[in-house]
């Protein structure tokens, strides 16, 4: 008698991206923002999260290893001078 075989059994990866919309920091984006991250967008840039400083909301994006920011007024700056940890 043979031993029964079982199948490989790998962990299920999502492969599905979030789509900005969906994204939790989406949501704290001014209308201004929102524009500027969809332009952004269509050059490969991805909504990576949202500061808050002195009570203005700073999205920043980031594309293969490049940074935007976009300020509360839909200003874009693809050379800011931020840190990243």
């Keep these: 008698m043979q ?3 079982q199948p ?9 991206k979030e789509t900005p919309e969906q ?3 989406w949501n704290k984006l001014s209308l201004a923002q929102k524009f500027s991250a ?7 840039y991805e909504l ?3 500061r808050n400083e002195q009570g203005r909301s700073l999205a920043v994006l980031s594309c293969r290893g490049g ?3 976009i300020s509360e ?3 874009i700056n693809t050379s800011p001078n ?3 940890r």
Excluded: H
């Design 82 to 84: 931020i840190k990243i």
């Design 73 to 75: 007024d839909g200003e």
């Design 8 to 16: 490989d059994m790998k962990p299920m990866v999502e492969r599905r």
């Design 38 to 44: 969809s332009s952004l967008g269509q050059f490969g």
């Design 67 to 69: 940074i935007a920011v």
């Design 3 to 5: 031993p029964e075989m």
């Design 48 to 50: 990576s999260f949202v």
């Design 23 to 25: 994204s939790v920091w």
